[in-house]
């Protein structure tokens, strides 16, 4: 049986408003959370972008469902600081906290000022932060040269075992890359062609663990609503990865989505009043082998799609 959970997007609500939705989606029947950590958001109609990692402690402190968040431990994070962060996460809450390692974009890791790097230099400096990151959490003494340093560095709050190191991927290429070092994978909802290509480069390169798909999706009462609020909000997040992760502010994503239309976004997001469709787009997912289904619903209306699919989603997939 899969798991489904419930996506908090930082770029799109107050951390307040947040707590207060994982909440809900918990007592709606949703058995996970998984969370974004931005430092800027892709639009200024998103309009928010508070600290993911103060408030996954607030939110776990506050439930009892697992919590997982993607970040890149190769940018503005050094991922000694990342590691800490993470280990006190998981001592507070054992068994409940996962993290996704990915390469960033520029959106978010080139605050710092530092030049942006290739594809293959920040996959490169991923491994590396890898490396260190399970380093420190087995206890030991770390000093590391390479694309960062690390000196006399150890950690002495640890929990009972290490959180699940997951892979961030969109692509085949990258998926197959990571399989050596991940603990599981997780990807976006895409087309099923794409999607079967990176869960076989995955698998096929030996990676272990469990798959986990961030589903894009615009929900609300009525059509229009659900198609017209998907383009006000997620339009500038369906360009490809390759102009995507280089862009560095708001005003360039919004820029370079000037002609994405409500067609397009309904390319890249399942836009639907109907409950029933939007279960039976889920089941797709879990019959490619992904076990765990993280439900982002991009539009703003979040209490009604929290209501509804525990009414009428959930069980459809139990």
């Known amino acids: 049986m899969a798991i489904v959970g419930f996506h908090a997007s930082h770029e799109q609500f107050a951390p307040s408003e947040l707590l207060a939705l994982v909440q809900q989606a918990e007592r709606a029947g949703f058995q996970a959370v998984t969370c974004s950590d931005h430092f800027h958001p892709w639009s200024r109609e998103q309009g928010q972008s508070g600290y993911a990692w103060s408030w996954l402690g607030a ?35 054992p068994g409940r906290f996962w993290m996704a390692a990915g ?8 605050i710092t000022g530092e030049a942006w790097p290739t594809k293959e230099a920040r996959n490169q400096r991923l491994l590396e932060a890898v490396e260190v990151m399970r380093s420190l959490w087995s206890g030991r003494q770390v000093d590391h040269d390479g694309a960062f340093k690390v000196r ?17 991927a969109l692509t085949p290429e990258t998926a197959r890359w990571g399989a050596a070092w991940a603990d599981g994978l997780i990807t976006v909802s895409m087309p099923k062609e794409r999607l079967r290509a990176i869960a076989a480069a995955y698998r096929d390169a030996g990676g272990r663990g469990e798959l986990h798909l961030q589903v894009k999706l615009s929900y609300a009462r009525d059509a229009r609503t659900a198609s017209r609020d998907a383009w006000t909000q997620w339009r500038t997040n369906v360009l490809p990865p390759d102009v995507s992760e280089n862009l560095g502010v708001p005003e360039e994503y919004e820029a370079a989505a000037a002609s994405v239309s409500e067609a397009d976004v309904r390319q890249a997001v399942h836009v639907s ?46």
């Open 59 to 93: 939110a776990m402190a506050l439930t009892r469902l697992p919590f997982g968040v993607v970040s890149s431990p190769v940018g503005r994070y050094h991922p000694a600081v990342v590691a800490q962060k993470a280990a006190t996460l998981a001592e507070m809450f």
């Open 152 to 168: 006399h560095a150890k950690l002495y709050t640890l929990p009972p075992r290490p959180s699940p190191l997951v892979l961030a």
């Open 103 to 110: 390469s960033g974009e520029a959106l978010n890791e080139a």
């Open 273 to 318: 009043d109907d409950p029933g469709q939007h279960a039976a787009w889920l089941r797709e997912y879990i019959a490619l082998g992904f076990e765990n289904l993280y439900l982002h619903n991009v539009n703003r209306d979040q209490g009604g799609f929290i209501a509804d699919f525990g009414d009428a989603v959930l069980s459809r997939l139990r």
